[in-house]
Protein backbone atom coordinates (compact mmCIF):
# COMPACT_ATOMS: atom_id res chain seq x y z
CA UNK A 1 0.00 0.00 0.00
CA UNK A 2 2.72 2.66 0.95
CA UNK A 3 4.55 1.79 -2.41
CA UNK A 4 1.52 2.40 -4.38
CA UNK A 5 1.25 5.71 -2.44
CA UNK A 6 4.90 6.47 -3.16
CA UNK A 7 4.55 5.49 -6.55
CA UNK A 8 1.21 8.39 -7.18
CA UNK A 9 2.66 10.95 -4.86
CA UNK A 10 5.63 11.37 -7.47
CA UNK A 11 3.95 10.59 -10.61
CA UNK A 12 4.62 13.98 -12.16
CA UNK A 13 8.28 13.73 -10.38
CA UNK A 14 7.90 17.11 -8.66
CA UNK A 15 10.93 18.00 -6.34
CA UNK A 16 11.59 16.41 -2.46
CA UNK A 17 10.23 18.79 -0.40
CA UNK A 18 6.99 19.61 -2.83
CA UNK A 19 6.39 15.70 -2.82
CA UNK A 20 6.76 15.92 1.37
CA UNK A 21 4.43 18.99 1.41
CA UNK A 22 1.73 17.22 -0.36
CA UNK A 23 2.03 13.85 1.08
CA UNK A 24 1.48 15.68 4.62
CA UNK A 25 -2.07 17.37 3.40
CA UNK A 26 -3.28 13.47 2.52
CA UNK A 27 -1.26 10.35 4.24
CA UNK A 28 0.94 9.77 7.37
CA UNK A 29 3.20 6.82 8.40
CA UNK A 30 6.26 6.39 9.98
CA UNK A 31 9.45 7.15 8.13
CA UNK A 32 7.47 8.56 5.38
CA UNK A 33 9.64 11.47 4.67
CA UNK A 34 12.68 8.97 4.88
CA UNK A 35 10.62 7.05 2.34
CA UNK A 36 9.43 9.92 -0.14
CA UNK A 37 13.04 10.72 0.00
CA UNK A 38 15.26 7.42 -0.95
CA UNK A 39 11.99 7.11 -3.74
CA UNK A 40 13.09 10.42 -5.31
CA UNK A 41 16.45 10.09 -4.90
CA UNK A 42 16.49 6.75 -6.71
CA UNK A 43 14.15 7.68 -9.24
CA UNK A 44 16.14 7.21 -13.02
CA UNK A 45 14.05 10.44 -14.56
CA UNK A 46 14.29 12.43 -11.93
CA UNK A 47 18.26 12.08 -11.93
CA UNK A 48 18.56 12.00 -16.06
CA UNK A 49 16.71 16.00 -16.14
CA UNK A 50 18.24 17.44 -12.60
CA UNK A 51 20.04 20.77 -12.46
CA UNK A 52 23.65 21.21 -13.33
CA UNK A 53 26.06 22.00 -10.81
CA UNK A 54 26.95 25.47 -9.51
CA UNK A 55 30.41 26.53 -10.12
CA UNK A 56 33.23 25.58 -8.64
CA UNK A 57 35.82 27.81 -6.69
CA UNK A 58 38.13 29.15 -9.12
CA UNK A 59 42.11 27.60 -9.93
CA UNK A 60 43.77 30.66 -11.04
CA UNK A 61 46.53 30.35 -13.81
CA UNK A 62 49.95 31.28 -12.27
CA UNK A 63 50.75 34.85 -13.63
CA UNK A 64 54.16 34.48 -16.29
CA UNK A 65 56.75 36.49 -15.87
CA UNK A 66 57.42 38.43 -19.05
CA UNK A 67 55.71 38.98 -21.36
CA UNK A 68 54.92 36.72 -24.47
CA UNK A 69 55.75 33.81 -22.30
CA UNK A 70 52.41 31.93 -22.34
CA UNK A 71 49.08 32.76 -24.61
CA UNK A 72 46.12 31.42 -25.17
CA UNK A 73 44.80 30.75 -28.31
CA UNK A 74 41.44 29.66 -29.74
CA UNK A 75 39.49 29.99 -32.89
CA UNK A 76 36.10 31.75 -33.33
CA UNK A 77 33.52 32.75 -35.91
CA UNK A 78 32.23 35.79 -37.36
CA UNK A 79 29.40 36.15 -40.34
CA UNK A 80 30.47 32.44 -41.00
CA UNK A 81 33.94 33.42 -41.59
CA UNK A 82 36.58 31.66 -39.29
CA UNK A 83 38.82 33.79 -37.28
CA UNK A 84 41.75 32.64 -34.42
CA UNK A 85 42.66 34.50 -32.03
CA UNK A 86 46.00 34.29 -29.40
CA UNK A 87 46.07 36.41 -26.25
CA UNK A 88 49.20 37.00 -23.96
CA UNK A 89 48.92 35.78 -20.63
CA UNK A 90 51.16 38.92 -19.02
CA UNK A 91 50.14 41.76 -20.97
CA UNK A 92 46.37 40.86 -22.65
CA UNK A 93 47.65 41.74 -25.82
CA UNK A 94 45.40 40.59 -28.45
CA UNK A 95 45.84 39.30 -31.88
CA UNK A 96 43.31 38.32 -34.51
CA UNK A 97 43.57 36.30 -37.91
CA UNK A 98 41.25 36.10 -40.82
CA UNK A 99 41.40 32.11 -41.81
CA UNK A 100 40.58 30.55 -45.23
CA UNK A 101 39.26 27.12 -43.98
CA UNK A 102 39.73 26.18 -40.46
CA UNK A 103 41.87 22.80 -41.57
CA UNK A 104 45.31 22.60 -39.41
CA UNK A 105 47.68 23.39 -42.24
CA UNK A 106 46.21 27.41 -42.19
CA UNK A 107 45.83 27.56 -38.45
CA UNK A 108 49.64 26.66 -37.90
CA UNK A 109 50.92 29.24 -40.83
CA UNK A 110 48.48 32.00 -39.19
CA UNK A 111 50.39 31.17 -35.81
CA UNK A 112 53.81 31.23 -37.22
CA UNK A 113 53.32 34.39 -38.74
CA UNK A 114 51.99 35.47 -35.07
CA UNK A 115 55.28 33.92 -33.78
CA UNK A 116 57.59 35.55 -36.21
CA UNK A 117 56.44 38.78 -35.27
CA UNK A 118 56.60 38.48 -31.05
CA UNK A 119 59.27 35.24 -31.00
CA UNK A 120 58.20 31.85 -29.56
CA UNK A 121 56.19 31.28 -26.25
CA UNK A 122 57.29 28.77 -23.67
CA UNK A 123 53.58 27.78 -23.14
CA UNK A 124 50.59 27.76 -25.81
CA UNK A 125 47.14 26.68 -24.30
CA UNK A 126 44.44 25.56 -26.73
CA UNK A 127 41.02 23.98 -26.40
CA UNK A 128 40.93 20.64 -27.95
CA UNK A 129 39.28 21.63 -31.17
CA UNK A 130 40.45 19.46 -34.47
CA UNK A 131 42.99 21.94 -35.16
CA UNK A 132 44.73 21.65 -31.88
CA UNK A 133 44.33 18.26 -31.08
CA UNK A 134 45.72 16.78 -34.86
CA UNK A 135 49.00 15.40 -35.18
CA UNK A 136 50.48 17.73 -37.18
CA UNK A 137 49.74 20.34 -34.71
CA UNK A 138 51.92 18.13 -32.05
CA UNK A 139 54.92 17.87 -34.82
CA UNK A 140 54.51 21.46 -34.80
CA UNK A 141 54.89 21.95 -30.98
CA UNK A 142 57.61 19.84 -31.03
CA UNK A 143 59.62 21.65 -33.99
CA UNK A 144 59.03 25.36 -32.42
CA UNK A 145 60.02 24.07 -29.33
CA UNK A 146 56.98 25.34 -27.28
CA UNK A 147 54.68 23.32 -24.68
CA UNK A 148 51.17 22.68 -26.01
CA UNK A 149 48.33 22.34 -22.92
CA UNK A 150 44.77 22.27 -23.40
CA UNK A 151 41.63 23.11 -21.69
CA UNK A 152 39.14 20.45 -20.17
CA UNK A 153 36.74 19.11 -23.20
CA UNK A 154 33.37 21.23 -23.42
CA UNK A 155 34.95 23.44 -20.45
CA UNK A 156 35.53 26.50 -21.65
CA UNK A 157 35.56 28.38 -18.52
CA UNK A 158 39.10 26.44 -18.10
CA UNK A 159 40.53 28.79 -20.99
CA UNK A 160 38.47 32.07 -19.77
CA UNK A 161 41.01 34.20 -20.95
CA UNK A 162 40.59 34.11 -24.38
CA UNK A 163 37.24 32.94 -23.94
CA UNK A 164 36.47 36.51 -22.54
CA UNK A 165 38.47 38.09 -25.00
CA UNK A 166 36.79 35.91 -28.14
CA UNK A 167 33.60 37.96 -26.63
CA UNK A 168 35.38 41.46 -26.72
CA UNK A 169 36.92 40.84 -30.41
CA UNK A 170 33.31 40.06 -31.51
CA UNK A 171 31.32 42.60 -30.24
CA UNK A 172 33.98 45.24 -31.20
CA UNK A 173 34.02 44.05 -34.73
CA UNK A 174 30.39 43.79 -35.04
CA UNK A 175 30.39 47.21 -33.75
CA UNK A 176 32.85 48.56 -35.86
CA UNK A 177 31.04 47.29 -39.12
CA UNK A 178 27.03 48.55 -37.77
CA UNK A 179 29.26 52.27 -37.12
CA UNK A 180 31.23 51.85 -40.32
CA UNK A 181 34.81 52.29 -38.87
CA UNK A 182 37.76 50.37 -39.32
CA UNK A 183 38.38 47.45 -37.65
CA UNK A 184 42.11 47.64 -37.71
CA UNK A 185 41.99 51.41 -36.09
CA UNK A 186 39.56 49.69 -33.49
CA UNK A 187 41.84 46.68 -32.23
CA UNK A 188 44.71 49.25 -32.13
CA UNK A 189 42.99 51.51 -29.79
CA UNK A 190 41.82 48.10 -27.73
CA UNK A 191 45.40 47.60 -27.34
CA UNK A 192 46.07 50.88 -26.06
CA UNK A 193 43.41 50.88 -23.44
CA UNK A 194 44.17 50.06 -19.93
CA UNK A 195 43.56 46.92 -18.89
CA UNK A 196 42.45 48.44 -15.64
CA UNK A 197 42.18 51.66 -13.23
CA UNK A 198 45.84 50.52 -11.92
CA UNK A 199 47.32 48.46 -14.90
CA UNK A 200 48.43 50.00 -17.78
CA UNK A 201 47.67 49.11 -21.49
CA UNK A 202 48.90 45.93 -23.49
CA UNK A 203 50.43 48.00 -25.95
CA UNK A 204 52.42 50.00 -23.03
CA UNK A 205 53.19 46.63 -21.68
CA UNK A 206 54.01 44.87 -24.33
CA UNK A 207 56.53 47.38 -26.24
CA UNK A 208 56.71 49.90 -23.27
CA UNK A 209 55.45 52.46 -25.18
CA UNK A 210 51.50 53.49 -26.45
CA UNK A 211 51.62 52.89 -30.06
CA UNK A 212 50.36 56.23 -32.39
CA UNK A 213 46.53 56.00 -32.21
CA UNK A 214 43.35 57.92 -32.75
CA UNK A 215 43.92 59.93 -29.70
CA UNK A 216 47.47 61.39 -28.59
CA UNK A 217 49.29 60.01 -26.06
CA UNK A 218 51.05 62.93 -23.84
CA UNK A 219 52.22 60.49 -20.95
CA UNK A 220 54.32 58.35 -23.71
CA UNK A 221 57.38 58.23 -21.42
CA UNK A 222 55.76 58.55 -18.01
CA UNK A 223 56.22 54.50 -17.24
CA UNK A 224 59.60 53.53 -15.48
CA UNK A 225 61.68 50.80 -16.64
CA UNK A 226 60.86 48.57 -13.18
CA UNK A 227 57.72 49.27 -12.70
CA UNK A 228 56.34 45.98 -10.99
CA UNK A 229 53.34 44.71 -12.85
CA UNK A 230 53.58 41.17 -12.00
CA UNK A 231 52.35 42.42 -8.40
CA UNK A 232 49.49 44.59 -9.58
CA UNK A 233 48.17 40.98 -12.13
CA UNK A 234 48.55 39.02 -9.08
CA UNK A 235 46.57 41.01 -7.18
CA UNK A 236 44.28 41.46 -9.76
CA UNK A 237 43.39 37.92 -10.23
CA UNK A 238 43.31 37.20 -6.13
CA UNK A 239 40.62 39.73 -6.69
CA UNK A 240 39.06 37.77 -9.14
CA UNK A 241 39.02 34.94 -7.12
CA UNK A 242 37.84 35.95 -3.89
CA UNK A 243 34.83 37.63 -5.56
CA UNK A 244 34.15 34.15 -7.88
CA UNK A 245 34.58 32.01 -4.54
CA UNK A 246 31.85 33.92 -2.55
CA UNK A 247 29.68 32.09 -5.20
CA UNK A 248 31.14 29.01 -5.36
CA UNK A 249 31.92 25.75 -4.00
CA UNK A 250 34.24 22.81 -4.39
CA UNK A 251 32.53 18.95 -4.88
CA UNK A 252 33.75 15.90 -3.42
CA UNK A 253 36.20 14.23 -5.59
CA UNK A 254 35.31 10.65 -7.21
CA UNK A 255 36.53 7.41 -7.13
CA UNK A 256 37.56 4.67 -9.76
CA UNK A 257 35.01 2.56 -10.31
CA UNK A 258 31.94 4.73 -8.70
CA UNK A 259 29.22 5.04 -10.74
CA UNK A 260 28.05 8.59 -12.22
CA UNK A 261 25.84 10.79 -14.42
CA UNK A 262 27.20 12.48 -17.06
CA UNK A 263 25.30 15.88 -18.42
CA UNK A 264 25.46 16.16 -22.12
CA UNK A 265 24.68 19.83 -23.94
CA UNK A 266 21.09 19.12 -23.58
CA UNK A 267 21.65 19.25 -20.01
CA UNK A 268 20.16 15.54 -19.33
CA UNK A 269 22.36 13.60 -17.91
CA UNK A 270 23.05 9.54 -18.54
CA UNK A 271 24.91 6.71 -16.81
CA UNK A 272 28.38 6.40 -16.94
CA UNK A 273 31.55 4.92 -14.83
CA UNK A 274 34.82 6.68 -13.28
CA UNK A 275 37.60 4.99 -14.82
CA UNK A 276 40.37 7.00 -13.22
CA UNK A 277 41.52 11.01 -12.38
CA UNK A 278 42.11 12.72 -15.32
CA UNK A 279 45.78 14.92 -15.39
CA UNK A 280 43.90 17.95 -16.13
CA UNK A 281 42.12 20.28 -12.69
CA UNK A 282 38.97 18.72 -11.47
CA UNK A 283 38.63 16.64 -14.98
CA UNK A 284 37.97 12.44 -14.72
CA UNK A 285 37.75 9.70 -18.14
CA UNK A 286 34.32 8.32 -17.63
CA UNK A 287 32.63 5.71 -19.56
CA UNK A 288 29.16 5.54 -21.26
CA UNK A 289 27.24 3.02 -21.56
CA UNK A 290 28.06 2.68 -25.07
CA UNK A 291 31.45 1.93 -24.16
CA UNK A 292 32.67 5.45 -25.11
CA UNK A 293 35.29 7.11 -23.12
CA UNK A 294 35.56 10.90 -22.25
CA UNK A 295 36.92 13.42 -20.20
CA UNK A 296 34.81 15.06 -18.54
CA UNK A 297 35.10 18.00 -16.21
CA UNK A 298 33.48 17.80 -12.00
CA UNK A 299 30.93 20.07 -12.70
CA UNK A 300 29.61 17.69 -15.32
CA UNK A 301 29.52 14.96 -13.63
CA UNK A 302 27.37 13.71 -10.05
CA UNK A 303 26.95 10.53 -8.29
CA UNK A 304 24.34 7.96 -9.37
CA UNK A 305 21.86 7.01 -6.53
CA UNK A 306 21.28 3.99 -8.35
CA UNK A 307 24.44 2.61 -8.78
CA UNK A 308 22.86 0.51 -12.07
CA UNK A 309 25.79 0.76 -15.15
CA UNK A 310 25.82 -1.92 -18.01
CA UNK A 311 28.03 -1.29 -21.16
CA UNK A 312 26.12 -2.43 -23.95
CA UNK A 313 28.73 -3.82 -26.14
CA UNK A 314 28.09 -4.03 -30.21
CA UNK A 315 28.86 -7.15 -31.27
CA UNK A 316 32.39 -8.43 -30.96
CA UNK A 317 34.29 -8.31 -34.61
CA UNK A 318 32.54 -4.96 -34.66
CA UNK A 319 34.33 -4.04 -31.34
CA UNK A 320 36.02 -0.82 -31.71
CA UNK A 321 35.38 2.12 -28.95
CA UNK A 322 36.83 5.69 -29.78
CA UNK A 323 38.82 7.05 -27.26
CA UNK A 324 37.23 10.67 -26.93
CA UNK A 325 34.34 12.13 -28.55
CA UNK A 326 36.08 15.88 -28.58
CA UNK A 327 38.54 14.52 -31.06
CA UNK A 328 36.00 12.66 -33.33
CA UNK A 329 35.25 15.95 -35.03
CA UNK A 330 37.76 15.21 -38.00
CA UNK A 331 39.85 12.84 -39.14
CA UNK A 332 43.30 14.85 -39.17
CA UNK A 333 44.64 12.63 -37.21
CA UNK A 334 44.39 10.05 -39.71
CA UNK A 335 46.28 11.32 -42.45
CA UNK A 336 49.29 12.43 -39.84
CA UNK A 337 49.58 8.98 -37.97
CA UNK A 338 49.77 7.43 -41.68
CA UNK A 339 52.90 9.52 -43.14
CA UNK A 340 54.42 9.07 -39.12
CA UNK A 341 53.68 5.15 -40.26
CA UNK A 342 55.34 5.76 -44.02
CA UNK A 343 58.46 7.14 -42.67
CA UNK A 344 59.16 4.92 -39.87
CA UNK A 345 59.48 1.49 -42.35
CA UNK A 346 62.42 -0.73 -41.33
CA UNK A 347 65.52 0.25 -42.72
CA UNK A 348 66.14 -3.27 -44.42
CA UNK A 349 62.81 -2.35 -46.93
CA UNK A 350 63.96 1.02 -47.21
CA UNK A 351 67.42 0.00 -48.66
CA UNK A 352 65.64 -2.91 -50.93
CA UNK A 353 62.29 -2.20 -51.82
CA UNK A 354 62.20 -5.18 -54.08
CA UNK A 355 62.77 -7.39 -51.47
CA UNK A 356 60.08 -10.02 -50.36
CA UNK A 357 58.40 -9.01 -46.85
CA UNK A 358 57.81 -11.08 -44.65
CA UNK A 359 54.63 -10.85 -42.75
CA UNK A 360 54.49 -11.40 -39.06
CA UNK A 361 51.65 -13.07 -37.58
CA UNK A 362 48.81 -11.02 -36.68
CA UNK A 363 48.14 -10.46 -33.02
CA UNK A 364 45.63 -11.69 -31.14
CA UNK A 365 42.76 -9.17 -30.91
CA UNK A 366 41.00 -8.77 -28.02
CA UNK A 367 38.45 -6.13 -26.99
CA UNK A 368 38.67 -3.12 -24.19
CA UNK A 369 37.35 -5.09 -21.67
CA UNK A 370 40.09 -7.31 -22.61
CA UNK A 371 37.58 -10.51 -24.11
CA UNK A 372 39.09 -12.01 -27.26
CA UNK A 373 37.55 -11.03 -30.68
CA UNK A 374 37.04 -14.69 -32.46
CA UNK A 375 35.03 -13.51 -35.77
CA UNK A 376 32.52 -15.56 -37.61
CA UNK A 377 33.74 -18.55 -39.81
CA UNK A 378 32.18 -17.20 -43.12
CA UNK A 379 34.90 -14.44 -43.07
CA UNK A 380 37.42 -16.51 -42.41
CA UNK A 381 38.09 -15.51 -46.39
CA UNK A 382 38.63 -12.48 -46.37
CA UNK A 383 41.68 -10.52 -45.11
CA UNK A 384 41.66 -7.11 -43.25
Known amino acids: MRKEVLSKLHYNHMGIEKTKSRARDIVFWPGMNKQIQDTIMDCAVCQKF ?34 LIMVDYYSEYVEIGLLTNESSETTIVMIKSLFARHGIPKIVRSDNGPQFSSY ?3 EFAKAWGFEHTTSSPTYPRSNGLVERYVQTVKKMLKKAKEDRKDPYTALLELRNAPISNCIESPNRIMFNRNVRGVLPDFLEHRRPENEPIRAKLVEKQTSQKYFHDKRSRNLPELSTGETVRIQNKDKTWEPG ?30 RDQNGNFRVK ?6 DELPHNEETNRENENTVGETREAEQQLPTEIAANPEAPIKHAPPPRATTRSGRAIIRPGYLKDYIT
Open 136 to 138: KFK
Open 273 to 302: LVIHKSDKPRAYEVMKESGTILTRNRKYLN
Open 313 to 318: HPPDYF
Open 50 to 83: QKSHQNETLISSEVPSNVWEKTAVDLFYLQGQPY
